[in-house]
């Protein structure tokens, strides 16, 4: 039973290395991408979610988050390292 687990994690993880190699081809092309076309957006992005707006500290905030085709989610202070570096 435990060799099967492992395996099905193994299956799982390669999985996950072959999308993220898929979206890492796809966004190269767009690289040098000065405007977001709706083809683009079709190709990268599977969804967009927009929360309510808070107003608690008395300046309206709204978060959104973005959950990228084949990768899902990815942590903004993620994204911020890469423009950084």
């Not at 099967?4 to 898929?22: A, F, K, W």
């Not at 083809?39 to 979610?49: D, M, N, T």
């Amino acid at each position: 039973m435990e060799i099967q687990t492992l395996q099905q994690d193994i299956e799982v993880q390669e999985r996950q290395i072959e999308n993220l190699e898929q979206f890492i081809q796809r966004a190269h092309k767009y690289k040098d991408l000065d405007e977001l076309t709706p083809y683009a957006l079709r190709e990268l992005v599977k969804g967009v979610y927009i929360e309510a707006p808070n107003k608690s500290s008395g300046k309206r905030r709204q978060n959104i988050r973005i959950s990228y085709d084949l990768v899902g989610f990815i942590p903004l202070n993620e994204l911020m390292k890469e423009e950084t570096a």
